[in-house]
């Protein structure tokens, strides 16, 4: 289970305040993992939300190009959210000391329905 001092980038990503009830859900279904420098974690094809707990990690295209790199308290994999959109598609690579927090589909079920 992740801790309470996540909370700021939890809120972060997520554009708001969590009670603490709805905090506590979200921390105890993420799990955490801390991938190596350079290490592909996925495409934006594969059904996963995160949030970067501290590092960063770089959204590339298809043919590895930076697109955007992202920090602390930013959400990635929001595409699984609007499987409607057109949206770019792109791979997510850790960058040194990155600490990502898999957010469980329940939670965000939980929390767009509020």
């Known amino acids: 289970m992740l801790t309470q001092d996540f909370n700021p980038q939890i809120c972060e990503a997520f554009g708001e305040v969590l009670s603490a009830k709805d905090l506590t859900f979200c921390l105890k279904s993420m799990n955490?993992?801390?991938p190596a420098a350079g290490q592909m974690l996925w495409d934006s094809s594969t059904t996963k939300f995160c949030i970067?707990?501290?590092g960063r990690?770089?959204?590339v295209d298809a043919q590895g190009n930076?697109?955007?790199s992202l920090?602390?308290?930013s959400a990635v994999g929001e595409i699984v959210l609007f499987p409607e959109a057109s949206l770019q598609p792109y791979g997510v690579r850790a960058s040194q000391g990155a600490q990502l927090g898999f957010v469980n589909p329940d939670c965000l079920?939980?929390?767009f329905q509020q």
């Open 32 to 34: 955490r993992i801390e």
């Open 52 to 54: 970067v707990l501290s």
């Open 57 to 59: 990690v770089r959204l």
């Open 66 to 68: 930076l697109i955007l």
């Open 71 to 73: 920090g602390e308290g």
């Open 109 to 111: 079920q939980r929390l």
